[in-house]
């Protein structure tokens, strides 16, 4: 059997990977005014936080048609594979995943399994970047999906926002009330939980809650068992490689790389956001 993989561009997996393992691209969009821009295809990361500055007003987002769906299903049929996996960012905070469930059923001679990451940025990248590499191997949908839930078991990712306004404008943070009257004051940290965004500690400064992200990384890296990691950021590349070098120092039996929050994600948490997932290998 033949078994395409499919990923959303909220995964944010870099176009020399998504080459290297075959990986099709579906994007979502951000929207300034009355011009829509396709993330990763018509505006880059770096092109979004320029734009950003020059507006006062924040983007909407939009996930990808059903139709979008659809065409990008049949061309994979076309092409003479027998099964798509397409793995999406979660379920709770975008209708992206309901899209290829829907449109899996209208593409007849090919089988979809769509897969709710329950989380989103390189997290999901994880997700796809295994998948991708069994398919290669020539494994089967079912080995794979297997695979996909035993990683979600492990996977942990934590984030801290300069500013909690884009998620609770968006509608994109559950149980914010909580934090409601001390927003200036604090850099909250926050995780997926259930599928949907959540706050998870209240801390005062940026610098105790990258601290606090780096303890409950250490709850896991501390059994030597080998990880995969990622540094996420949003527009800080230069504390994102300064993290990266003093936690691969401190772990060497980790796997750590650097990715960002584009467009989509970065409407949401906004610019000076930073996040570290990872998983047992």
């Known amino acids: 059997m033949k078994t395409a993989i499919v ?46 500055k020059t507006h006062s007003v924040l983007p909407t ?112 943070l559950t149980g914010a009330q909580a934090f409601i009257g001390g927003l200036l004051q604090i850099k909250p940290l926050l995780r997926f939980e259930n599928k949907v965004i959540v706050p998870f500690e209240k801390i005062r400064t940026r610098k105790k809650a990258v601290k606090r992200i780096e303890e409950l990384f250490a709850e896991d890296a501390a059994k030597g068992v080998p990880l995969k990691a990622a540094i996420i950021h949003a527009n800080q590349p230069d504390e994102a490689n300064r993290w990266r070098d003093e936690l691969s120092a401190r772990y060497p039996h980790v796997e750590f790389s650097i990715s960002y929050f584009g467009p989509v994600i970065a409407t949401h948490v906004g610019e000076g956001a930073l996040g570290l997932t990872w998983y047992e290998l």
């Open 7 to 52: 990923t959303d561009s909220t995964a944010y997996l870099p176009k020399d990977v998504r080459e290297r393992l075959g990986i099709r691209l579906i994007p979502l969009s951000v929207i300034f005014g009355e011009e829509a821009y396709r993330e990763e295809i018509d505006m880059t990361a770096d092109e979004f936080f320029a734009k950003m």
């Open 61 to 172: 987002t939009s996930q990808p048609s059903v139709g979008e769906f659809v065409d990008l299903f049949t061309a994979i049929r076309e092409e003479g594979y027998d099964a798509v996996i397409s793995i999406h960012l979660s379920s709770g905070i975008s209708g992206t995943y309901q899209g290829a469930v829907t449109a899996g059923t209208m593409v007849e001679g090919l089988s979809v399994y769509a897969y709710d990451s329950e989380i989103s940025c390189m997290a999901q990248g994880f997700y796809a970047i295994e998948a991708a590499e069994m398919a290669q191997a020539g494994k089967t949908p079912d080995e794979i999906l297997a695979r996909l839930d035993e990683m979600k078991r492990t996977l942990r990712a934590y984030f801290m926002v300069d500013d909690l306004s884009h998620l609770q404008r968006g509608g994109r």
